[in-house]
């Protein structure tokens, strides 16, 4: 039963683990959408758009994936 318990809890930790993961690269996100003006008057918009997209996309999957692991922990 202990194993159990302690399976349980490592993936709780696990799941929660992916979440912040998933919150930094958002943050990440943030921080290029901070530059975007700057890379508009250099006429780099297509490559800012591809950055955000995809940290916005990683960062979605790793906080899902996360949600769902904790989910089913319990």
Not at 13 to 29: P, Q
Not at 46 to 74: K, Q, S
Request: aromatic share 12%; charged share 15%; net charge positive.
């Amino acid at each position: 039963m202990s194993s159990t318990v302690a399976s349980y809890e490592e993936k709780r930790e696990t799941g929660l683990s992916l979440e912040v993961i998933g919150s930094l690269f958002l943050f990440f996100d943030f921080l290029v959408l901070f530059f975007l003006p700057a890379g508009m008057k250099l006429g780099h918009q297509l490559g800012f758009g591809l950055a955000m997209g995809g940290l916005a996309g990683v960062g979605i999957g790793f906080i899902a994936a996360g949600v769902v692991m904790r989910a089913r922990a319990r």
